[in-house]
């Protein structure tokens, strides 16, 4: 289960649920989460762990087709699956907000800790620096990008506004309009799509490429439709109990 400030990785849809139960509520440093909280579920999210939780749900596979046998086995459980839709897609302007509310957010956390050899995020910049050869693998890009900003300015601002705008005129008109529980991909594609509008989403396991690499199926939903998403993954997950443990070669 995710928002753009829950990722778990889990064995089991279960395993996230109970993660995700273990962690909801209201944290007075995060005003968002005021308003969140107040629709958690009387008896947490565990409740909605249902075998048949496909049954009924409105699903629209966007980002592409599902293979015929995905497809089967959703309509098999009792979903309504509504194929070729479309997200109308523009630049949202996304990592303009992101650079610059990552810094704050940052700056932010550093600075109230009791104890941290950094500070900063310049202070962390220049700690990498100092151990560069274990960083290079992975560099620092979006660390110097983001300590370039200056606050949430003019340029910032337009940028949420325009991220508002893409998600009432993409995700929300599209699954208002075909009255949709969930939208349906492969992969990882909608999870950028959800996090620009603060929108949950969740991907189980659906099978394995020509060289055994395991690839997922997501849905994702409006704000707050968590009990649904649960409801409509686990259900896939019982049908098809598609994970295998991963062996590594010696």
Request: with cysteine; hydrophobic share 40%; net charge positive.
């Amino acid at each position: 289960m995710c928002s753009c400030n829950f990722r778990p990785i889990c064995r089991r849809v279960s395993d996230s649920v109970h993660v995700l139960d273990a962690i909801v509520g209201y944290d007075p440093l995060d005003e968002a989460t005021k308003t969140a909280s107040k629709y958690i579920p009387k008896g947490g999210y565990k409740q909605f762990l249902r075998a048949n939780g496909l049954k009924g749900k409105r699903l629209g596979v966007v980002f592409g087709s599902l293979l015929d046998h995905d497809i089967k086995t959703l309509r098999q459980e009792g979903a309504i699956v509504i194929e070729n839709l479309t997200i109308p897609y523009t630049d949202s302007g996304e990592m303009t907000a992101l650079l610059a509310e990552f810094k704050i957010s940052l700056n932010a956390y550093l600075k109230a800790l009791v104890k941290s050899p950094v500070r900063s995020l310049a202070d962390v910049i220049a700690f990498n620096k100092k151990i560069a050869k274990k960083v290079k693998e992975w560099g620092q890009e979006v660390f110097l990008e983001a300590e370039t900003t200056n606050g949430m300015g003019d340029k910032e601002k337009a940028a949420l506004l325009t991220m508002e705008e893409f998600s009432r005129n993409g995700i929300e008109k599209l699954m208002k309009e075909n009255k949709l529980d969930a939208i349906v991909t492969y992969g990882s594609t909608l999870s950028s799509v959800l996090a620009i509008g603060g929108y949950p989403g969740i991907t189980v396991p659906a099978g394995y490429d020509s060289e055994g690499v395991p690839f997922g199926i997501s849905f994702g939903g409006l704000r707050f439709s968590e009990p649904k998403l649960i409801e409509i993954a686990y259900g896939f997950e019982q049908a098809t109990l598609i994970r295998k443990p991963p062996k590594f070669k010696a």
